[in-house]
């Protein structure tokens, strides 16, 4: 093969040759002479190297810089370990790595392991699959440095990624995250990276490590006489073929329910997920076999967990019998109103507490911790920055939850990241709790309408995959922000404001004011009428993201059917008005 007759980028020529000449394992080189025959798939596998976004490095599993495999994770793990060991300095140092079920996880874990140890890191790995969480708890329980958890979340079957964890247990945020990309950029081969063929240094953990681990996920219940008096409450659990199974079933039999109905055909770990076509609890088709099951026994709620057991997906059942999924919005603000009215009944309040949420996440949680008198705080996108808030108010305020529209919450700050074993074992005791005012999951929900407003989101995201699908949604960016709409649904904008630039604009008076976040590319649009349009492109997906919220009062759970029908035929015109219907 001769690379220069090849009409790919020259960037992917040079990435190309690098691994052509190197110190790589047949099977890969041929795998690169197989791919010549299909240029495109030769350049989406060489033209770049994969970086850190909002979840790590995540990427399609295969040949090349811009794919998940053996090598790109060695040299993603030795450029964090350089950068680790430049930021210590003196001193012993410390790691953890876990991983979820996806194919090779397990491999990329060792490699992970082995590199890390080869660099004098003490390394704590799970003897097998553990979910994201037990991760971010691994790294504070050993007090690491760093930590790793091998996982592609909720992505399809093809993909795998990296999630890097600083010290304190959250992922990386500026400038650790930039700053590891910068190291692994200057390991231009194999030889570069120190490894070892055994287990010299590492860890391996298990029992000792879900004990302490379940304790702290236990503490975090309110009303265990509660839990006591509906024990049997009849729940339906899917780990959707991920590492949920581990420790979610234990969690809620150690809270005292006996009434757990698992999905067997979805309990196994399988990479290839192969009785759902995406393993998103996000989406119907994944909640699907959960909800015929709960149906089925007539249970009172459902859940899902995603494959690394980070994201909860939910479904209730409604007065008349039929089933209902919630979406990421109701969920958490059912936990943070079960949340702040235990504390305050309980007298826990003390006025310095708070919640933290995300810029895309509907308003309704912070309207019910303000209620309450408990602080609520915005982040950017993504788990990192609400754990970075966490970090940085530590030992002056007390965190009580939070979480994000994508499905992610926490109770508690002695895990920094979003947590599925501890949202289940929450969102099992608000069950129970509702059955013992002779309410249901979803009366809960109506109830916090009524008190708060109606408040109804949703999201559109148009895929653009490839080089130059980036180059489009980069396109779409620029034409919003260039070409900003004047009205949205018939209601005129009146404010507008550029994460990326740091402004807000009040349309109507003229000011300007500064916004309170690190730079990012996210525009959000408020019209007259109470409605937002948020829009910014996926860290972590080829795709950009619409968020559409609107809100009305709502008088009555008689009045709900009709409220949620007119909120939900406004997004639709919101998402016309976008061009994105």
């Not at 007298?347 to 507490?353: F, P, R």
């Amino acid at each position: 093969m001769n690379i220069n007759d090849l009409n790919i980028d020259e960037s992917a020529k040079c990435n190309i040759a690098t691994w052509l000449n190197g110190d790589y394992d047949a099977q890969t080189k041929q795998a690169i002479l197989d791919m010549a025959s299909n240029p495109d798939e030769l350049n989406e596998s060489f033209y770049r190297s994969l970086e850190f976004g909002t979840g790590g490095l995540r990427g399609i599993m295969g040949v090349g810089t811009n794919r998940m495999n053996r090598y790109t994770v060695a040299m993603a793990t030795q450029g964090l370990a350089n950068y680790v060991k430049k930021v210590v300095g003196e001193g012993e140092l410390r790691a953890a790595v876990s991983h979820d079920s996806r194919n090779h996880s397990r491999e990329y874990a060792l490699i992970t392991a082995r590199v890390l140890a080869a660099n004098g890191f003490k390394v704590f790995m799970v003897s097998e699959m553990r979910p994201t969480p037990v991760l971010s708890f691994m790294v504070r329980h050993y007090r690491c440095q760093t930590g790793v958890m091998l996982t592609a979340s909720h992505n399809p079957k093809e993909y795998n990624g990296y999630k890097a964890y600083w010290g304190d247990g959250a992922q990386l945020v500026p400038p650790h995250d930039k700053a590891v990309i910068d190291e692994v950029n200057k390991i231009q081969q194999l030889a570069d990276v120190h490894s070892q063929e055994d287990d010299a240094n590492i860890t391996f953990v298990g029992e000792e490590l879900d004990r302490v681990y379940l304790d702290c996920v236990k503490s975090n219940s309110l009303n265990p006489d509660v839990i006591k008096r509906h024990h049997d409450i009849k729940m339906v659990y899917t780990p959707l073929h991920g590492t949920g199974i581990t420790l979610i079933p234990r969690a809620l039999k150690e809270l005292g329910f006996t009434n757990v109905n698992i999905v067997e055909e979805q309990a196994v770990p399988d990479g290839n997920f192969p009785t759902t076509p995406s393993p998103n609890p996000e989406e119907p088709a994944a909640m699907k076999m959960a909800v015929e099951k709960a149906q089925a026994i007539d249970a009172d709620v459902a859940f899902a967990s995603d494959p690394d057991a980070d994201r909860v997906g939910m479904a209730v059942k409604l007065p008349d019998g039929s089933w209902r999924l919630l979406n990421g919005n109701q969920t958490l603000s059912v936990i943070v109103y079960y949340l702040c009215r235990q504390w305050n009944e309980k007298k826990l309040l003390t006025g310095n507490e708070y919640i933290v949420k995300t810029i895309v996440t509907s308003e309704l949680p912070r309207l019910i911790a303000e209620g309450y008198g408990v602080r609520s705080y915005d982040t950017l996108t993504g788990f990192k920055w609400i754990c970075k808030k966490i970090r940085e108010l530590e030992g002056e305020q007390i965190f009580i939850g939070g979480g994000e529209e994508s499905y992610g919450y926490m109770v508690g700050d002695f895990v920094r990241d979003k947590d599925a074993v501890a949202a289940c074992s929450m969102i099992a005791e608000i069950a129970a709790w509702a059955a013992d005012q002779g309410k249901t999951f979803f009366d809960v929900l109506v109830d916090v309408y009524k008190q708060f407003g109606f408040y109804k989101e949703a999201q559109r995201s148009v895929v653009r995959k490839g080089k130059s699908g980036a180059e489009e949604i980069e396109q779409m960016m620029r034409n919003f922000r260039n070409q900003p709409p004047t009205e949205l649904a018939g209601s005129p904008v009146v404010k507008i404001d550029d994460v990326q630039t740091g402004v807000s604009r009040d349309l109507v008076t003229g000011r300007t004011s500064a916004i309170d976040q690190p730079s990012s590319n996210v525009l959000q649009y408020y019209t007259a009428d109470g409605s937002k349009v948020t829009v910014r492109p996926s860290g972590t997906e080829p795709k950009i993201k619409f968020y559409f919220s609107v809100c009305a009062p709502l008088c009555c759970h008689d009045c709900f059917e009709a409220t949620e029908k007119a909120l939900d035929e406004k997004i639709e015109s919101l998402k016309r008005s976008m061009g994105v219907e």
